[in-house]
T-cell receptor, first 116, second 115 residues
């Protein structure tokens, strides 16, 4: 089955530093990847849709300059939290889909970011 | 309007009993998919079951079945013979095919299986 690998699973950083999270589709090509943010005991909030070779589409209220998304290949998308602050601490989870349509969304295991 | 509504923030079920988790959806897209995901405390999102809007029969996957009532726009998840390992958050989701392929998630239901 489709596997999405997300790394790192946990990261602790100092305020003001940047953190990069990688999302890889291991056994399929993902034309589209989605990045979500999840607060404790809440649902997933879509941050952006990442299409290979083009700029990401950000949801309303998500700062493009704060959350940089790059989808350089069909198997890799990255999320960089720039100049992280404690309020950016959260659980970030990526997902990928093989083709457009009613296909299953496969999720990475998530990355828990703690900004001190 | 909410695209996906899960009205049960928390549910309890006795081990080996069946439980139904409710989900209603709202869409004008004739082509859509409905999904259920399980999220244990570790955080990973585990795909459980899928139902397409044109599917005539209810989807089943092992102990999971989806009670799809299209006219009522409901897609309830039924877990039979509950196990302790079923304790987790459960999210209902919908993907609209012709209007952008975006996934919409419900607020989730926390299921606790009691031994």
């Amino acid at each position: 089955g489709a596997v999405v690998s997300q790394h790192p699973s946990r990261v602790i950083c100092k305020s003001g530093t940047s953190v990069k999270i990688e999302c890889r589709s291991l056994d399929f090509q993902a034309t589209t990847m989605f990045w979500y943010r999840q607060f404790p005991k809440q649902s997933l909030m879509l941050m952006a849709t990442s299409n290979e070779g083009s700029k990401a589409t950000y949801e309303q209220g998500v700062e493009k300059d704060k959350f940089l998304i790059n989808h350089a290949s069909l198997t890799l998308s990255t999320l960089t939290v720039t100049s992280a602050h404690p309020e950016d601490s959260s659980f970030y989870i990526c997902s990928a889909s093989m083709v457009s349509g009613a296909n299953v969304l496969t999720f990475g295991a998530g990355s828990r970011l703690t900004v001190l | 309007a909410q695209k996906i509504t899960q009205t049960q923030p928390g549910m309890f079920v006795q081990e080996k009993e069946a439980v139904t988790l409710d989900c209603t959806y709202d869409t004008s897209d004739p082509s859509y998919g409905l999904f259920w995901y399980k999220q244990p405390s570790s955080g990973e999102m585990i795909f459980l079951i899928y139902q397409g809007s044109y599917d005539q029969q209810n989807a089943t996957e092992g102990r999971y079945s989806l009670n799809f009532q299209k006219a009522r726009k409901s897609a309830n998840l039924v877990i039979s013979a509950s196990q302790l390992g079923d304790s987790a958050m459960y999210f209902c989701a919908m993907r609209e095919v012709t209007t952008g392929n975006q996934f919409y998630f419900g607020t989730g239901t926390s299921l606790t299986v009691i031994p």
